[in-house]
């Protein structure tokens, strides 16, 4: 079946470190990846996607890239802010047609910056 | 209004009992999704509808479980003989098309002592 693995957590982080949060996927096809992030008290959000092998996801700082060879999309982002702190989860769809919003959610990484 | 609006936030029943959880999607987004998240877990997929229709509920997890969205906008959840296992928060999201961006509500908390 397809699956995500996401590093366990929580993470905790000074404001401005390097962010780095692993992921990792089994996909019986060629899936489409995305990040989505939950902040205090709001819905679950799109943060980033990529679609094919290779492609880079990005917004907001963070980056991701679709890495076939290794079935990973970490995420990363170079320099944190407090206001990053939130719940991140890795998801695939395995797209084409109606499946494309069914996702298969990691488990989630808590992330907590400090000052 | 402005995002997915879920009713309501917190549900606490008793096991045995029947619920309705309520999602308000975006205006205009033909399709609605719902998902069930457990504590410490990432959301499950549930049910998924494109327009009035369910175009895919393999992941309603018994019989139990069953949705609707009778006129293409709001869908409503249903939840009949809840027991413990249930207590989850229920999520919606819609989107303009099945594209995979999906818009989340904050969810239902659901509580079944």
């Known amino acids: 079946g397809n699956s995500v693995t996401q590093m366990e957590g929580p993470v905790t982080l000074s404001e401005e470190a390097f962010l780095t949060i692993n992921c990792t996927y089994t996909?019986?096809?060629?899936?489409?990846l995305f990040w989505y992030v939950q902040y205090p008290g709001e819905g679950l959000q799109l943060l980033l996607k990529?679609?094919?092998?290779?492609d880079k996801g990005s917004n907001k700082g963070f980056e991701a890239t679709y890495r076939k060879e290794t079935t990973s999309f970490h995420l990363e982002k170079g320099s944190v802010q407090v206001s990053d702190s939130a719940v991140y989860f890795c998801?695939?769809?395995?797209?084409?047609?109606?499946?494309?919003?069914?996702?298969?959610f990691g488990q989630g990484t808590i992330l907590t910056v400090h000052p | 209004g402005a995002g997915v609006s879920q009713t309501p936030s917190n549900k606490v029943t008793e096991k045995g009992k029947y619920v309705e959880l309520r999602c308000d999607p975006i205006?205009?987004?033909?399709?609605l999704y719902w998902y069930r998240q457990s504590l410490g877990q990432g959301p499950e997929f549930l049910i998924y509808?494109?327009?009035?229709?369910?175009?895919?509920d393999s992941g309603l997890p018994n019989d139990r479980f069953f949705a609707v969205r009778p006129e293409g906008s709001v869908s409503t959840l249903k939840i009949q003989r809840t027991e413990r296992g249930d207590s989850a928060v229920y999520l919606c999201?819609?989107?303009?098309?099945?594209?995979?961006?999906?818009?989340f509500g904050e969810g239902s908390r659901l509580t079944v002592l």
């Open positions: 998801a695939l769809s395995l797209g084409g047609g109606t499946s494309y919003g069914k996702l298969t």
């Open positions: 999201a819609s989107s303009k098309a099945p594209t995979g961006e999906l818009f």
């Open positions: 990529a679609t094919k092998a290779d």
């Open positions: 996909a019986t096809g060629y899936p489409s």
């Open positions: 509808f494109q327009g009035t229709g369910a175009a895919d």
């Open positions: 205006s205009g987004h033909t399709a």
